[in-house]
């Protein structure tokens, strides 16, 4: 069953990957610093124009995000993103994001959270997927399975791009677009910061590079 509002969900079929060039263009890492974010712990680090989250051999009691620090509405964004480790790793890019207090449902950890749209980096049937999983759960539109399977590179380097505009939400992967949806529930989010997530109850690391978003007017 397909979620209300989906266009296209299993790539390769319309719409080239848009290109993020320009003088409107900003360059999110600078190659020696966290100029553009604002990192919660030590976990988070940049080298050589990679921002890296690790979990240093020790699983989290409960996900943290590393946030810009400007807000976006309307935008497109490309990055490259490498998801490795020893156990569940699991990651995302967020975006629109608005932190809200959040309840764990099993062990009972009350968080900051990130509520806001995510495309899903996981590994497996999750991957690619548009999600607002803090805020609305029941929010999951998949990608298709056939593409993902022949595009995603596990383990290695993924290029990751997101055109949002207004209610339409598009997301590239490699090249390829996997997602085409427009969200009608007003509880959407249209404006927020964009974040990188290390997941609880994982042992491991999220690599972010060539990470460029390119703001539209009003955005």
Request: hydrophobic share 30%; aromatic share 10%; glycine share 12%.
């Given at each position: 069953m397909l979620m209300p509002g989906l266009l296209l969900a299993e790539g390769g079929k319309h719409d080239a990957e848009p290109v993020v060039e320009g003088a409107e263009v900003i360059q999110l890492i600078d190659g020696k610093s966290?100029?553009?974010?604002k990192a919660p712990s030590d976990r988070w680090s940049v080298e050589d124009g990679v921002i890296t989250g690790?979990?240093?051999?020790?699983?989290?009691?409960?996900?943290?995000?590393?946030y810009t620090t400007r807000r976006f509405g309307d935008f497109?964004?490309?990055?490259?993103?490498?998801?490795?480790?020893?156990?569940k790793p699991n990651s995302g890019v967020y975006f629109r994001v608005n932190p809200i207090q959040y309840?764990?449902?099993?062990?009972?950890?009350?968080?900051?959270?990130?509520?806001g749209?995510?495309?899903?980096?996981?590994?497996?049937?999750?991957?690619g997927s548009l999600g607002d999983w803090y805020a609305r759960p029941s929010l999951r539109v998949f990608a298709g399975p056939a593409v993902i399977g022949r595009v995603y590179?596990?383990?290695?380097?993924?290029?990751?791009?997101?055109?949002?505009?207004?209610?339409?939400?598009?997301y590239w992967l490699?090249?390829?677009?996997?997602?085409?949806y427009v969200d009608k529930d007003p509880k959407g989010s249209r404006n927020g910061l964009i974040g990188l997530q290390i997941h609880d109850k994982a042992v491991m690391k999220v690599e972010l590079r060539k990470a460029r978003?390119?703001?539209?007017?009003?955005?």
């Open positions: 966290l100029k553009w974010w690790d979990t240093g051999g020790t699983a989290l009691k409960a996900p943290e995000w590393l497109t964004f490309t990055c490259e993103l490498r998801l490795t480790g020893s156990r309840k764990g449902r099993r062990n009972e950890v009350t968080y900051e959270a990130a509520a749209y995510e495309f899903d980096a996981v590994p497996g049937r999750h991957c590179r596990e383990n290695g380097w993924n290029r990751m791009t997101i055109r949002a505009r207004g209610k339409r939400l598009e490699n090249g390829e677009k996997i997602i085409d978003i390119l703001p539209e007017q009003g955005g």
